[in-house]
């Protein structure tokens, strides 16, 4: 097992901001959409410190990072009130799809930026964006996973039924114990990276 201290730290630092606008779009989102409480706790912010979780934001990426997994890991979740949303459940659905979205976003500016800008397609510039690109397609679907509280979970919620999401919401207190099954299993390559690789295949990170 080769552990790179230095591209660690580039992971990590693209992580952090990653999960920064990740969080920050979902915190806009709801207040856009009715609900000021994010705003209230000061989570509309690129301030990388008001959103760290410190387990997903830096104990899941250390043990990622020295057990050569896929480097992924959450921010401290923004509040939502949902009562003060204009349409809750249409209107939570999309602050859950905020974050993800956001990461998408991210991925193809930095993809944009190394075949735009960047002449050379190798230095510590390229990789550094080449980084960007598949951490943030990595967040993207590893929130869109449909498992309660991960985005794709609220999302599917919102989706569904009331009666089927009710079902579907009792398997909210047992999210973080199926997301690290997922994660410390080959379950995580089987969902995650089939999307993952099809979607990179399609941006210009070369």
Do not use: C
Not at 91 to 120: H, K
Request: no cysteine; hydrophobic share 55%; aromatic share 8%.
């Amino acid at each position: 097992m080769n552990f790179d201290p230095l591209a660690a730290a580039i992971g990590f630092g693209i992580l952090l901001i990653s999960l920064t606008i990740h969080e920050a779009a979902h915190a806009w989102t709801a207040d856009r959409l009715g609900d000021p409480t994010a705003r209230r706790l000061g989570r509309v912010s690129l301030n990388p410190l008001v959103h760290i979780d410190w387990i997903g934001t830096v104990l899941l990426p250390i043990i990622a990072a020295v057990s050569n997994l896929p480097l992924i890991g959450w921010a401290k979740p923004v509040p939502v009130s949902v009562g003060n949303l204009r349409h809750p459940r249409r209107d939570f659905m999309l602050v859950a799809a905020a974050g993800p979205i956001s990461n998408l976003l991210q991925a193809i500016a930095w993809a944009l930026v190394l075949r735009v800008i960047l002449a050379a397609p190798d230095g510590d510039a390229a990789y550094f964006l080449q980084r960007a690109v598949i951490i943030n397609l990595l967040l993207m679907f590893f929130n869109l996973i449909p498992i309660p509280p991960l985005d794709g979970g609220n999302v599917l919620a919102g989706l569904l039924p009331r009666s089927a999401a009710s079902v579907f919401n009792q398997i909210r207190p047992y999210g973080v114990l199926l997301l690290y099954g997922l994660v410390l299993s080959n379950g995580f390559r089987l969902i995650v990276m089939p999307p993952y690789e099809f979607i990179l295949s399609w941006l210009p990170t070369h």
